[in-house]
């Protein structure tokens, strides 16, 4: 059938063809921007944190006894740690733990008097001797800590000198020139430290991703505890370690009295604390938009179906004229991939429209891509296209001797 | 041009078998008019059917203009269909959604002609069967006799080898009849070949060569033998 | 109307591969639908439902003039100054209850046995109890009389840590290291939201209910919302950790207060008490307190509830998108019919022919759907189920499994009562959808079909 026998049919099944544009166009509004959101979560979640994931664990505790001495526990804790035959190193982390913000947020500037000089979100590390190890940071200029420059001590202590930082955040603080020997200061008593070494990238901070510099990070050389009633720790166990050992811990913990262990977690599990309400909407709206699809699929082979039986005898007509199945088969699909299209387009205005309500009304927004729509586009056509030829081919069989029965 | 040998044609259900053609050797020549008479159920409109390959057959040999049929798959056969035969139904069989000029136009795009080419057949068309300046009305604004010449133009666009006829007349009354007779005859008389498929004598008695169909069997009959046999 | 019955079911039979098409299109909208709609009718509910419109939440706004009241939920909680007015006022309620939220750490008394935990909780009245109707499992509130002893009352799931679920009346736990007495033991699992303290939160509720003069005496932090006039800002910290009694005295709300009106007076009551609270404030502004131009608030508990289902957004936009596919789904029982049917022709045509009248064959078809239509529903209610387990368990990712399971599933589980009602109505919808195609149908004329 040509193009224009196919459009005067459309038209003559308005009904049929409305239903048929309709669907496809809601399918694809729903499609489409659950796509957007998943797209957008997705992306969040391939942001390579090139973290050992499995092999680095968070520990949170609590000391509620104001009697208990925390530098000793703090030792007894380690040591006890330590002797673990899963761990390979631990470290008293005193500000931040990896991928989990335990206080307010830490920023760095690189400039002390500046009164407007910009603040620099990051994750910031108060660590001991084997806190780079644990954090398993690969020095990537400059040096280590010397032994003698790690500080350890109550909320009174001196502040170390000396900081390693991550090389994204050098880019950022002194671009081109080298950061090895300048200064940083942190937070707003812009306490100044002096950088001796880069690390490789690493996501390590919760606020610093929030604020999207997820490779932002700094180390010090500082065991402090008792600013409050915080004592946790970074653990590095061996690969391959099993999830047992978070029980092992939490119970060695739990043998000292005085405290409530809240948190023994692989690093994983706090990564994927950063995305849980992004990812569960768009989880939901996934499974809303297979509901579409399933349910626009099913609408479109009905609706196909029916089409076919009320033009039985006309198809029975063209295939004595001479149309083969496999025309019959094409101009059905031509016929339905057109009235698709239709809906394609009514679609795209409908999807860009939610896109904006989805914003307006829950602040959710997966930026409309090109790619994405083009490919949920395809996708959705190619459905339709599949949806309609299951009943085609049933046409196909219609048989051409049809036509020599009286009607 | 029409040659077939041994060929029969067996309808199966659950229970039983019909053997609705029974070794049928038959042959058409060029330029023929055969009418095929009949009795209900004799298997007239399977020999249609098979003749015109819109069914296939179980067992025998059909040349069609000297080529195997036999052997032939969809689209090939439909590639036939639709170049040499032409088909003119009982019912007419016009696609009601459609104008005159869409309808006539349909087997002219299956066969792939430029637009320009068709326009000037489906005009002809048109003219040669008395229905110019009509190509714009649908089907059922037109009476049955000029439906079945739309249907007869749509035919002849084709410029088929091969003209098939079922019952041409059989939804028309007897003055519309007689005109789409005179059609016929006169397309028949400028070398198509018709063969046509009635239980009317009276149209029967127009063709060169009579043939009778009686329980799956083909044989050929005077013209003297057509009134006894009157249905 | 057996035979009709019969004929219907027949109906159901023929052409069984585009019946399938219907059922398994009925049954995902459904579904959706149901999953969605129970979702969201549950968040609105309350265990209180029923005296919701009695309950108000009484606020007395003497925050400076600049104060932004965000939303219904931000009303400041009284001072202890004008909770002590309020209290000596002399108006007519059923009860009246004061709280704040506060936070402490469990221990057992016998060393070595349970671990400690984190419970929190509420300091309050005993009226607290009737005004939240808290379901006790063992035991009772603390008596008159206990309102400044040594006594506490424990969740289930406190009970369930320390003392394995056995009654635990009479024994004792240590409070920040100080033992208390268990005089009941409640279960505020049934309570979908914690409502006290204005946060309507479905992850947490109490974990402990103290007396508030024992939590003032054991210096129990007030970890509330407790928000102060600028020139207490600096205090507030002191306020929260240590200095009660300075607090007493500070333009610093932090007792959440309910007052329960009687269901007869409710009405007068509630204006005498609004009377109160404006000329209170007045009284109190020409001694240069109440600088804010709102200066009383009293907010019924169903008005709240009302408020906060506003706040669940995104469920509303799941279900409306339920909403939209399935009116898709309806769209597409009208295509399925109309291609069923459409092989019909011939055999409602004989029974035509055979003296079926139209109104007969419009009886057989409406049959026919009601059949197909109920399944569906069934299947659907079962799947329901499942959408809600789904649910659930989103939601508990969501939160990264922190929240209390057994609150959380008060929001995904099966309301039938609310399912039976939906299931009508969808009963109905698809119904009418079907209206068309039975029209239809029953307009073939006898025997046109029956040539050929």
Known sequence: ?407 | MLSMQNISKIYRTELIETHALVDVNFEVNEGDFIAVTGPSGSGKTTFLNLTGLLEPFDKGQYFLDGQDVSKLNDSQLSKIRNEKIGFIFQGFNLISELNLYDNIEVPLIFRGLPSHVRKQRIENALEMVGLASRGKHFPAQLSGGQQQRVAIARALAGQPRFLLADEPTGNLDTHMARQVMDLLQEINQQGTTLLMVTHDNELAQRAHRNIQILDGQLTDINKSQLTDLAV | MKDLFQLALQGVKQKSKLTILMIVNLVIGITLLLTMSTTVKLSGNSVLTDKAPQMHHFSLNYMDSDFDIRNQFRYPPLTFQDAQALKNAELDYKHLSFNYDTRFILESEQLDSARPMIATASASDIDYFNVFNVPFIYGAPWLETQSDSDVIVIDKKVNDHFFSGENSIGQFIKVDKQPLKIVGVMDLSQHKRRISNMRFSNRYNDLAIVPMATAERMNLPRAGYMPCQTKEENQRSEYRQHNVSALKSAECGYLHTWIEFDLQNHQQQLAAATLWARNYTQQQANLGRFPHEEKYKLNDLQLLLNEFAQFMRWEKVYLQFSYLLFAICLVNTVGILLAKYQSKNKLVSLYRALGASRWYIVKIHLIEISLIAFAAIIAGVLFAHLGLELMFQVNMYQMDYSADPSLVKHFFSMDYSFALTSGAFIYAAILIAGLYPVYRISGISPASQLRG
């Open chain 1, 1 to 407: 059938m040509s193009l224009k026998h196919i459009l005067k049919l459309i038209l003559k099944q308005k009904s049929i063809s409305i239903l048929i544009v309709f669907q496809v166009a809601i399918t694809l509004m729903i499609v489409s921007n659950s796509a957007f959101i998943s797209y957008a979560t997705l992306q969040n979640w391939l942001i390579p944190s090139k973290l050992e994931e499995q092999q680095i664990l968070n520990v949170v505790t609590h000391v509620y006894d104001e009697q208990v001495d925390k530098g000793q526990l703090i030792e007894r804790d380690l040591t006890a740690i330590r002797a673990l035959p899963e761990v390979v190193s631990a470290t008293h982390s005193g500000e931040e733990n990896v991928i989990d913000t335990r206080r307010s947020s830490n920023v760095v500037y690189n400039d002390s008097l500046d009164e407007n000089a910009k603040d620099h979100s990051i994750a910031l590390f108060g660590v001991d001797q084997q806190g780079v190890e644990s954090l398993m940071l690969n020095i990537s200029s400059g040096r280590d800590f010397y032994a003698n420059e790690f500080v350890t001590g109550d909320a009174t202590t001196t502040p170390a000198s000396v900081a390693l930082i991550s090389d994204d955040l050098a880019k950022t603080l002194f671009e081109e020139a080298s950061p090895l020997g300048q200064t940083v200061y942190l937070n707003g008593s812009k306490t100044p430290y002096q950088v001796v070494g880069t690390f490789e990238d690493k996501m390590l901070g919760e606020s610093a991703t929030y604020e999207q510099v997820w490779y932002h990070g700094m180390v010090i050389p500082e065991a402090i505890y008792g600013r409050n009633n915080e004592i946790n720790y970074i653990i590095r166990v061996a690969p391959n370690t099993s999830e047992k050992v978070l029980e092992t811990i939490e119970t060695l913990l739990y043998q000292e009295p005085g405290r409530i262990v809240s948190r023994v977690e692989f690093s994983a599990r706090a990564k994927k604390r950063l995305w849980d309400g992004r990812s569960s909407f768009a989880f939901v709206m996934f499974a809303i938009s297979a509901v579409a699809l399933l349910i626009t699929s099913l609408g479109i082979i009905a609706l196909v179906t029916f089409s076919v039986k009320m033009r039985h005898k006309n198809l029975g007509i063209l295939r004595a004229l001479g149309a083969s199945k496999s025309m019959v088969l094409k101009s059905l699909i031509i016929e339905n991939s057109l009235l698709a299209l239709v809906g394609l387009v009514i679609g795209f205005f409908l999807s860009l429209w939610l896109n904006m309500a989805l914003l307006q009304t829950l602040g959710v927004q997966g930026t409309p891509d090109i790619v994405v729509g083009i490919l949920v586009t395809l996708f959705v056509w190619l459905l339709t296209c599949f949806a309609a030829y299951l009943p085609a081919r049933k046409a196909t069989l219609i048989a051409p001797a049809q036509v020599t029965k009286a009607s």
